[in-house]
C-alpha cells in the first residue's frame, strides 16, 4: 500500500481525493476488487490492507434494531404464554376449591403484584416526568436534546466534504469527540423514552428510534475501528419535524395557522435533507454488486439541488444519479416528492400570503405614552377620531394611537394610516383575545378607547358587545383607564356590574343617546344651544372670511374650544364674578365653570357659582378659549407684573411666578392631564373653595316653604317628580287636545313601532324637568307618535309631570293642528327607526319629510289679528320701527306664527349628508361638513355625529365630560346612575333643607335685547360692556350670541333664521333683535306664589313674581307707556282666561292637562291671543339684583 502523507494545505482534501483515484486505477484488478480507497497516515493507524468496513457499521444498527425488536417479541410472547398457563391452573383451582388456601395463595400473589407494580410504576412515571414538556425538567430536555439534534446535522454537513470513509484517531479528532458526546446523551435519553413508554413495541418503530438506532451505534463503532462512516447520520433530519412542537413548549407558536406553517415547513425541509444524505452515500460509495467502481463524487449540497429540481419536477440534467441504487431510490422518490412538492409548497405559499399583514407586536417607545383605539374601525370613524385627536389645536400631542380590530383595513383606511405613520399604528387582532391585548402593550398602554358603530341595527347588541371588550380589557389590565361609547342610557348600568370599573379613576362611558337628547332637550330651552355646544367641544380650525356675511362671524365662533388651566395665585380670594371680568377683559379668556373639592364634598364642578365662591390656591378652571396657548394666560398672570399690559399676548411666565412655584414645588401633586396633550401639577391639597351653604345665602330666607311630606322631587333634588301615572291618564284624542289650548309646550314627533329599538326618551325630559325650573316654569311635553312605541317608553316617563300622549303619526297635519304645533316653544323630530336601513341617504327619510310637511303647514291668524286691533295694538313683530310694540323687561314675545316655516324645529339626522334636504332656500353644497351648513348653525339640525369629538376630549380632559354632562343632562351625577340602574325610575323624595340646597344650580336662558335692562346695549353697544353689566348686576354670565341670519345687511328681512355666535370679542356690536345665550342663577323667589294660569304667569313663564327683587323703574326711563301696553293686554288675556272659566295649570303637580268644554273655534281664538303675548324658550326668567361684593 501507498502511503499517504497528509495534507497541510486547504487542498489536502482534494489531493487526497485524486490519489485515491489514481491508486486504485493503477492497481492491479486483485486488488481493485478488496476495494483500497482508505486513506489512512501514520499517526492514525488503520487497516494495512485498505479494505472498507462500511458493513461493520452497518451491522451495529441492524442488530441493536433487530435485536431489540427480537426481544421485545419474545418478551411479549412468553408473557402471553405465562397468563394462558395461570389462566388454566385458575380454573383447576376453581374445581377443587380450598378455601383456605385459595385466600392464602390470593392474598401473596397480591402483596406481589402490588410491590411489583409500585416500584415499576414509580420509575415509570419518573421518566415519564424527566420526558414531559409539562415540567420546566421535562421542557428543557426535550429542548436540549433538539438542539444536540441539529448539532449533530450540522457535524454532518462538516463531514460530508470528506470521503465516505476514512481511518481517523479519537483522541485528535475533535469533531469525533463531540459527536461521540451528543450519541451518548442521545442514548440516555433513548433510554428515558423507553422506560415511559406504555407499548415498547411502538415504542421501537417510531421514527426517532430508528434515527437513533443508525446514528448511536455507529459512532461507538468509529471508535473501536479508528475509522469513521458518514454512512446514515444524515437521519438526524428527521429531527427537525419536531420543530413545531418544540417552538409550542417555548410558548412561541400559539395561532393555529403558524403552528400549521411551521409544520409545513420541518416535514418538506426534513424529507428534501433526508433524501439528500441518501442520494450523497449512495453515488459518493457506489453500488455493491458493481464492487463500488461506479461511484462518482458529489457534495452533499449539489444533491440537495438535485433532490429539488426533481421534485419541482424541472430535471436541468446537469447532475444526476449514476448508481444503481441512486436511480431506483430516485424512482419512488419522485413519486412521494413530486406530491409532497405539490401539496405542501402551495399551502406554504398560501399560509404565508394569508399572514396577517398586521400581525405584529408593538414597540413601545421611550418617553412616548400610546393609547388603544378598538370597536368599530371603519374610514369614517377612525377619520373623525384622527382629525379631532391630532387638531393641531391641542398644541403638541405626544402620544402614539394604536388601533386594534379583528378585520385588516381596506385600501382607503390603509393609506389613511399611512398618511399619520408617524403617530397611528394598526394591528391585526382581538380585544377579547388575550394574546392580542399583550400585542398592543395594553398594560403599558394610557387608557384604551372603544368606539361605538352608532348606525348598527341593534344597539343593545352593540352596546353589549362593547361591554364584552371593557370586561376582557379588565380582566387583563384592571387598572387601564377605559373611555367608551354607548348607544343606550340603560346599558350604562351593566358597566357598573364590573368590578374594576371605576368612574374616579377615570374610567368614563359616553353615552350617546344621552348626550344627544340631553343636547336636543336644551335647544328646547335656549334654541340654537345644541350647536353652541357641539362646536365648543369639537376641535375646529378658523377659517377666516372677508365678506361681510353671517358665515363670518358664525366660523370665529366656531374656532373656540373649551380648555382647562389652573388659576394662579393672583387671584386668591376674588370672587367667581371679579375673575371671570378680569380674566374676560384683560386676558381675553372666558371663565365659565371651576372645579372644587372640599373637605366635606367630593369633587364637583360649579358652573357660574356666583359671588359667594372665593378661590384658594390650585382652582381649575374650565374656559373658552381659541387654542390652548392662549389659557396659559389664567396660570402665568400675575398682578405685580401684567396689571399695566394691554396686550394679552404680551403675558408670560414672569420671575416671580417661578419663584412662587418653587416654593410650591414640594407640594406637587401627581400629574393631571389637560386637554392640550400636556400634563400639569397641582397642588397635593385639594382645591378648598369657600362656599357657603346655599340656605344661608342672602335672600334664601324667603325661600318657598315646602311641605316635607309631598314629594315634589326626585330622592336626589335634582328633578322634579310625581307619583307614577298609567298611560291611559296622560292620553289625548285630537279634539282632547284641542281644547286643551297648548301653548309655550314642547312637541315631539317621534317614529317608531312595537319593533323600533328604544332611543331612551327620559334622556329627553330630565333636563326639561330639572329641579332648578320652579313647577309653573316647566314646558309641557306633548309626545306625537305609535303607541304601541309610547308604551315601551313609558315605563321611564311616568314619574314626571306635564306629559302626555297623543296617538298618531307625526306625518297627519290633523295631530300636529291638535297640538297647536304653531305655539309650541319647540318641536323636536326623532325617529327609532334610522338605522333599519341599509341605504344610508333613506336612514333620515321620515325626519326629513315631518320637518317639512310642518314648515308648509299654513295657520289662519285673521281671529287673533281682529282681537288684537279691536284693542287697540298690533302684534309685536308687525311693526318692529314702533317702539309701543317692543317687549318689556327683557322678556321675548315671539311673533304670531302663521307659517310652519317659522315655527322653532330640531331635526334629529343620523347621516350627516342629509342636512342639504331640511333647508330648501339654503346654497349648502352636498359635500359640505355638517358644522359648516345653515341647518346647523342655526340649531335646527342635529347629528350624533358631532358626539364623536368627545372622544379625544375626554381622553385629554375628563372634566370636560363633567360639565357637558352637568349642562345637557339636567344634573345626572354617578350616583343618580346607580340608583337607576337599580331600579330604572326615579324615586320620590321628601323636600329636605338637603335636597331643596341642590336646586341652587345655574341653568341656560336666553336674554333679549330689545327692551328691559339692557335695551340701552341693545342698539350698537359693545357685547363686552353687556357682558360686564350682567355680570355684575346680575351675577350672569353671557357667552354667545343668537343673532337674525340677516342682521348684518341693515335692512329690514322677513327671515326669521338665527345662527349662533359663540364668545364674541369684547368690541363686538350688538344690535337690537339678538337674543344672548347666559348662565343664569337661581331665583328662589320666583316660585314663592302658586297661582293659575288665567291670572299669572303661565302664559309669560319669566314674568317677576310680586316678591321678586324688581327692577326699579328708575332704570328704565321712557318705558312708562309700554308698560301701560303690556298692561292693558295682560288684562285682555285675563279677561278671555276667566270667560273660560277653567285653570289649566296650577303649581300643584296633580292637574297636568285638564280638558277644556271650549268649542275648537273658541280655543283657537283664545289661543291666537295668547301666543301674541307669550314668553317661549328664549326668555331670561325674573330678574334679580345682586349685592355688590364689598
Known amino acids: ?234 437521519l438526524r433530519a428527521l429531527r427537525l419535524i419536531q420543530f413545531s412542537e418544540i417552538l409550542q413548549f417555548l410558548n412561541i407558536l400559539k395561532t393555529s395557522n403558524s403552528i400549521k406553517l411551521v409544520n409545513l415547513c420541518s416535514i418538506f425541509i426534513s424529507t428534501w435533507l433526508t433524501a439528500a444524505g441518501f442520494i450523497h452515500l449512495v453515488e459518493n460509495s457506489g453500488d455493491p454488486w458493481e464492487n463500488f467502481q461506479n461511484s462518482q463524487p458529489l457534495s452533499y449540497w449539489e444533491c440537495v439541488y438535485l433532490l429539488m429540481v426533481t421534485m419541482s419536477t424541472v430535471g436541468y440534467g446537469d447532475v444526476c444519479a449514476k448508481t444503481t ?61 384622527l382629525k379631532d385627536f391630532l387638531h393641531k389645536d391641542r398644541d403638541d400631542v405626544n402620544v402614539e394611537i394604536v388601533f386594534l380590530h379583528n378585520i385588516s383595513p381596506n385600501l382607503e383606511l390603509e393609506a389613511l394610516f399611512k398618511r399619520h405613520f408617524t403617530q397611528v399604528e394598526f394591528y391585526q387582532g382581538s380585544v377579547l383575545n388575550p394574546h392580542d391585548l399583550a400585542r398592543v402593550k395594553i398594560e403599558s398602554a394610557d387608557a384604551c378607547l372603544i368606539l361605538a358603530n352608532k348606525y348598527c341595527a341593534d344597539p343593545d347588541a352593540e352596546d353589549a358587545s362593547n361591554i364584552m371588550r371593557v370586561i376582557s380589557i379588565k380582566n387583563y389590565h384592571p387598572k387601564i383607564r377605559i373611555i367608551t361609547q354607548m348607544l343606550q342610557y340603560h346599558n350604562k348600568a351593566h358597566l357598573l356590574n364590573i368590578p374594576s370599573w371605576n368612574w374616579k379613576e377615570g374610567d368614563d ?151 412662587v412655584e418653587e416654593e410650591q414645588q414640594s407640594a406637587l401633586s401627581p400629574k393631571k392631564k389637560q386637554r392640550n396633550g400636556g400634563m400639569r401639577t397641582s397642588p397635593t391639597c385639594s382645591p378648598k373653595i369657600i362656599r357657603h351653604d346655599p340656605l344661608l345665602v342672602p335672600g334664601h330666607d324667603q325661600m318657598e316653604t315646602m311641605d316635607e311630606n309631598i314629594k315634589k322631587y326626585d330622592s336626589t333634588g335634582m328633578f322634579h317628580w310625581c307619583p307614577s301615572k298609567d298611560i291611559e291618564k296622560v292620553m289625548l284624542t285630537r279634539s282632547e287636545a284641542a281644547m286643551t289650548v297648548l301653548s309655550g309646550h314642547v312637541v315631539v314627533c317621534i317614529f317608531g313601532d312595537v319593533k323600533s329599538a328604544l332611543i331612551g326618551l327620559r334622556n329627553l325630559v330630565m333636563p326639561l324637568r330639572a329641579s332648578n325650573f320652579h313647577y309653573h316654569e316647566l314646558k309641557p311635553i306633548v309626545f306625537v307618535g305609535s303607541l304601541e312605541y309610547l308604551k315601551r317608553e313609558w315605563e321611564t316617563l311616568h314619574n314626571f309631570p306635564k306629559v302626555s300622549i297623543l296617538p298618531g303619526t307625526p306625518l297627519s297635519r290633523a295631530d300636529l293642528r291638535a297640538v297647536n304645533i304653531n305655539l309650541c316653544d319647540m318641536c323636536v323630530i326623532l325617529s327609532a327607526n334610522q338605522n333599519n336601513i341599509d341605504d344610508a341617504s333613506l336612514q333620515d327619510k321620515e325626519c326629513i319629510l315631518a320637518s317639512l310637511n310642518i314648515k308648509s303647514m299654513q295657520f289662519d291668524d285673521s281671529i287673533g289679528l281682529l282681537q288684537a286691533n279691536s284693542q287697540g295694538f298690533t302684534p309685536p313683530g308687525m311693526d318692529r320701527s314702533s317702539p309701543e310694540n317692543s317687549p318689556v323687561h327683557g322678556l321675548v314675545r315671539q311673533v304670531s306664527i302663521t307659517t310652519g316655516a317659522n315655527i322653532p324645529i330640531i331635526t334629529e339626522l343620523v347621516n350627516d349628508s342629509n342636512v342639504q334636504f331640511l333647508d330648501q332656500d339654503d346654497d349648502d353644497d352636498p359635500d359640505t361638513e355638517l358644522y359648516l351648513t345653515q341647518p346647523f348653525a342655526c340649531g335646527t339640525a342635529f347629528a350624533v355625529s358631532v358626539l364623536d369629538s368627545l372622544m379625544s376630549a375626554t381622553y385629554f380632559n375628563d372634566n370636560i365630560l363633567t360639565l ?46 330689545y327692551d328691559g335692562p339692557f335695551a340701552d346695549l341693545g342698539d350698537g353697544g359693545c357685547y363686552g360692556d353687556l357682558f360686564c353689566k350682567a355680570l355684575k348686576t346680575y351675577n350672569m354670565l353671557c357667552f354667545g350670541i343668537y343673532r337674525l341670519r340677516d342682521a348684518h345687511l341693515g335692512a329690514p328681512s322677513q327671515c326669521t333664521k338665527r345662527y349662533v355666535i359663540t364668545n364674541p370679542p369684547y368690541n363686538f356690536e350688538l344690535v337690537p333683535t339678538d337674543l344672548i345665550f347666559c348662565l343664569m342663577q337661581f331665583d328662589h323667589n320666583a316660585g314663592q306664589t302658586r297661582t293659575n294660569l288665567s291670572s299669572h304667569s303661565t302664559f309669560c313663564p319669566s314674568k317677576k313674581s310680586p316678591s321678586a327683587h324688581s327692577i326699579p323703574s328708575s332704570a328704565r326711563p321712557g318705558r312708562s307707556r309700554s308698560r301701560d301696553l303690556r298692561d292693558k293686554q295682560k288684562r285682555t288675556v285675563n279677561d278671555v282666561n276667566h270667560s273660560a272659566d277653567k285653570n289649566w295649570y296650577t303649581d300643584e303637580p296633580e292637574n297636568c292637562f285638564p280638558r277644556n268644554t271650549q268649542s275648537k273655534h273658541t280655543s283657537t281664538h283664545t289661543a291666537n291671543q295668547i301666543n301674541q303675548f307669550k314668553s317661549t324658550s328664549n326668555i331670561i326668567q325674573p330678574i334679580r339684583e345682586v349685592e355688590e361684593e364689598p
Not at 406530491?339 to 408593538?362: C, H, Q, T, W
Not at 390652548?628 to 408670560?652: S, W
Open 964 to 1009: 357637558i354632562r352637568t349642562l345637557v343632562t339636567g344634573g345626572a351625577t354617578p350616583e343618580l346612575e346607580g340608583l337607576l340602574a337599580e331600579e330604572n325610575a326615579l324615586r320620590g323624595g321628601y323636600s329636605t333643607p338637603q335636597t331643596l340646597a341642590n336646586r341652587d344650580r345655574c341653568r341656560v336662558a336666553q336674554l333679549a335685547l
Open 325 to 385: 441504487l441512486g436511480r431506483l431510490f430516485m424512482v419512488f422518490f419522485i413519486l412521494g416528492g413530486l406530491a409532497m412538492f405539490a401539496s405542501y409548497v402551495p399551502e406554504i405559499i398560501e399560509l404565508i400570503g394569508n399572514r396577517k399583514k398586521y400581525g405584529g407586536s408593538y414597540s413601545a417607545v421611550n418617553g412616548r405614552k400610546h393609547i388603544v383605539v378598538c370597536g368599530h374601525i371603519t374610514l369614517e370613524s377612525v377619520s373623525n377620531f
Open 1 to 234: 500500500m501507498l502511503p499517504i502523507e497528509e495534507a497541510e494545505d486547504d487542498d489536502g482534501d482534494e489531493k487526497l481525493l485524486s490519489t485515491i483515484m489514481t491508486f486504485q486505477l493503477a492497481a492491479p484488478s486483485s486488488v481493485r476488487n478488496m476495494d483500497v480507497i482508505i486513506p489512512y497516515t501514520n499517526d492514525v493507524p488503520c487497516d494495512p490492507r485498505g479494505q472498507r468496513m462500511w458493513w461493520a457499521f452497518l451491522a451495529s444498527s441492524m442488530v441493536t434494531f433487530f435485536g431489540g425488536l427480537f426481544i421485545i417479541l419474545l418478551w411479549r410472547t412468553l408473557k402471553y404464554l405465562w397468563t394462558v398457563c395461570c389462566h388454566c391452573k385458575g380454573k383447576k383451582k376453581v374445581k377443587r376449591p380450598n378455601t383456605l388456601q385459595a385466600d392464602w395463595l390470593r392474598d401473596r400473589e397480591a402483596e406481589a403484584v402490588v410491590s411489583e407494580v409500585g416500584w415499576m410504576t414509580s420509575v415509570k412515571d419518573w421518566a415519564g416526568v424527566m420526558i414531559s414538556a409539562q415540567t420546566l425538567t421535562g421542557r428543557v430536555l426535550v429542548v436540549l436534546v433538539f438542539a444536540l439534534s441539529i448539532g449533530a446535522l450540522v457535524i454532518y454537513f462538516t463531514d460530508s466534504s470528506k470521503p465516505i470513509e476514512s481511518c481517523q484517531h479519537f483522541d485528535k479528532d475533535y469533531w469525533l469527540q463531540i459527536d461521540m458526546a451528543f450519541n451518548v446523551f442521545f442514548l440516555l435519553y433513548f433510554g428515558l423514552r423507553f422506560i415511559a413508554a406504555n407499548d415498547k413495541l411502538w415504542f421501537w418503530l417510531e421514527v426517532n428510534s430508528v434515527v437513533d438506532f443508525f446514528t448511536v451505534p455507529p459512532v461507538f463503532v468509529s471508535v473501536y475501528l479508528n475509522r469513521s462512516w458518514l454512512g446514515l447520520r444524515f
Open 509 to 659: 362611558a359616553i353615552c350617546l343617546a344621552e348626550l344627544k337628547l340631553g343636547f336636543i332637550a336644551q335647544s328646547c330651552l335656549a334654541q340654537g344651544l345644541s350647536t353652541m355646544l357641539a362646536n365648543l367641544f369639537s376641535m375646529r380650525s378658523y377659517i377666516k372670511i372677508e365678506e361681510d356675511t353671517w358665515q363670518k362671524y358664525y366660523l370665529e365662533g366656531v374656532a373656540n374650544e373649551m380648555y382647562t388651566e389652573y388659576l394662579s395665585s393672583a387671584f386668591v380670594g376674588l370672587s367667581f364674578p371679579t375673575i371671570c371680568e378680569l380674566c374676560y377683559v384683560k386676558l381675553k379668556l372666558l371663565l365659565i365653570a371651576i372645579e372644587y373639592k372640599s373637605d366635606q364634598r367630593e369633587c364637583s364642578t360649579l358652573i357660574n357659582p356666583g359671588n359667594h365662591v372665593k378661590m384658594q390656591e390650585g382652582t381649575l378652571g374650565f374656559f373658552i378659549a381659541s387654542d390652548a396657548k392662549e389659557v396659559k394666560r389664567a396660570l402665568f398672570y400675575c398682578k405685580a407684573c401684567h396689571d399695566d399690559i394691554t396686550d394679552p399676548k404680551r403675558i408670560k411666565k414672569c420671575g416671580c411666578k417661578r419663584i
